[in-house]
C-alpha cells in the first residue's frame, strides 16, 4: 500500500494521508476547507515501513482502507503548571 502524506497550509502539524497523490475525492469537502492548500510532502510505501512518527502505522492503514483518507493532528499542548500542581498535591 502506497500513500501520499500532505501538510496542511492553515494548520501546523497537522498532516493529511490518502491513496493517491493529487486524489482527495474520499476527504470531506469540510475537511479541505479547514485544511487548507495542501502541500506534498512525501509517498510513503507503507507495507515496508513499521511506523511512521507519531501515527499509529496500522490507523493509518485501516483509516485509508475504510475512509480514503487519515488525518494526522498534533498532540494537544501539555500545560506544565497544572501538571506541577497536580504533582505537589501528590507529594503532600
Do not use: W
Not at 511506523?51 to 483509516?63: E, F, M, Q, R, W
Amino acid at each position: 500500500m502506497i500513500c501520499a502524506v500532505y501538510k496542511s497550509g492553515r494548520r501546523a502539524d497537522t498532516y493529511l494521508f490518502v491513496k493517491k497523490r493529487d486524489v482527495f475525492d474520499d476527504v470531506p469537502e469540510p475537511l479541505m476547507a479547514m485544511f487548507g492548500t495542501p502541500s506534498l510532502i512525501m509517498i510513503v510505501p507503507l507495507s515496508k515501513r513499521d511506523h511512521l512518527g507519531i501515527a499509529d502505522i496500522n490507523k493509518v492503514k485501516s483509516a485509508l482502507v475504510e475512509q480514503g483518507y487519515y488525518l494526522q493532528i498534533p498532540p494537544p499542548p501539555v500545560n506544565l503548571l497544572e501538571q506541577h500542581k497536580q504533582e505537589l498535591a501528590l507529594n503532600k
